[in-house]
């Protein structure tokens, strides 16, 4: 009860922001931002243009990946618009297919460019069962496993950004307290909705998976990089519930009935990439990594997103998804300890 009257008064926590702080204010004390380089899914609308045109007015330098290029560029022209001198590329990137992630990552390279910071923040609510190019469930596809091979193919970059020039990478992966609604096992069930024939397809706990999945993603990638002695940290946030393109797509007189209902709970956009951009450029989470934030604080995840072997056993399955070379076939059937 008392979490719930902080959000609605928008109380500041430990750090001093809160549910109603906006995404330019957190970053208000981010003053390295003009020596930045940062990739940012999903920046098109909603929380990633919100988010891309805060960093680019503090200075970044930023890359705009999308599958529909047109929609990245009207973004960079948006964005240019108002932050005069601000610099922004514009690239294809397909994240439910595999083969679009490696061509992303050959092009971004090509560029020569350092890589300081990576948000994760493109997502996906298949309403219908479907299958990606790779045979993996469309929305996991696109919410994490795309994103787990884009984060593989740039870490190293990032650890050499971070050892050149000083600055501490940072890797954000955008979650959501949905991850919560999930229980069961991780693999069998990626294996059930990632079949042609899927009976009684559930959309939202599709959904919660892809999410639950982002959040461990955080922890082993964190735990791997601490034992690398990469200058690089990686956190995952629940930006908080918005009106955006993910809910839209199913428009209605009973969604439009909760949003009337539940309007009090709804974040605006600026508040909703607050989060984000807190986690991504506030001086404060300095060294800070493999944690869950939400408004702008960190917070707790669900017990299955805190295990660590949770965590392991879906990176192993992961690398054998992603892995071209290997004769390896990806069996959800099959324990992966």
């Not at 050499?160 to 890797?171: D, L, P, S, V």
């Not at 702008?296 to 949770?310: D, G, R, V, W, Y």
Request: charged share 20%.
């Amino acid at each position: 009860m008392l979490h719930s009257i902080k959000y609605l008064a928008g109380s500041p926590g430990p750090s001093g922001f809160g549910s109603k702080s906006s995404a330019e204010h957190v970053t208000a004390s981010a003053l390295h931002l003009p020596s930045i380089t940062a990739i940012i899914t999903g920046a098109t609308s909603g929380i990633g243009a919100e988010t891309a045109r805060v960093l680019a007015k503090r200075g970044a330098r930023l890359i705009l990946p999308s599958r529909n290029l047109k929609a990245a560029e009207e973004a960079k022209a948006r964005i240019e618009a108002e932050c005069s001198g601000s610099e922004i590329i514009a690239m294809a990137l397909d994240l439910s297919s595999l083969a679009s992630v490696r061509t992303f990552v050959a092009q971004f390279e090509s560029l020569n460019l350092p890589l300081n910071l990576l948000i994760n923040n493109a997502g996906k609510f298949s309403h219908e069962h479907a299958i990606s190019e790779d045979g993996i469930e469309m929305t996991f596809a696109t919410n994490y496993l795309g994103h787990f091979l884009l984060t593989k193919l740039l870490v190293n970059k990032m650890v050499e950004t971070a050892a050149a020039t000083g600055i501490q990478g940072r890797i954000v992966n955008v979650s959501s307290s949905i991850h919560g609604w999930f229980s069961g096992d991780i693999i069998k069930y990626l294996g059930q909705i990632s079949r042609n024939k899927c009976r009684n397809y559930d959309a939202t706990r599709a959904y919660a998976l892809s999410k639950l999945a982002n959040v461990l993603h955080t922890h082993e990638l964190a735990r791997r990089l601490k034992k690398m002695g990469a200058n690089v940290t990686v956190n995952c946030v629940h930006p908080g519930i918005v009106r955006t393109r993910l809910t839209r797509d199913r428009e209605g007189f009973i969604t439009d009935l909760v949003f009337f209902i539940t309007s009090k709970l709804l974040k605006t956009i600026p508040q909703a990439a607050a989060t984000t951009c807190y986690v991504a450029a506030n001086p404060r989470l300095s060294n800070i990594t493999g944690k869950y934030f939400a408004d702008c604080n960190e917070a707790s995840p669900s017990k299955i997103a805190a295990s660590l072997t949770e965590a392991a056993r879906l990176w192993s399955a992961s690398e054998i998804m992603v892995n071209t070379n290997s004769k390896l076939v990806f069996n959800p059937n099959n324990a992966l300890d």
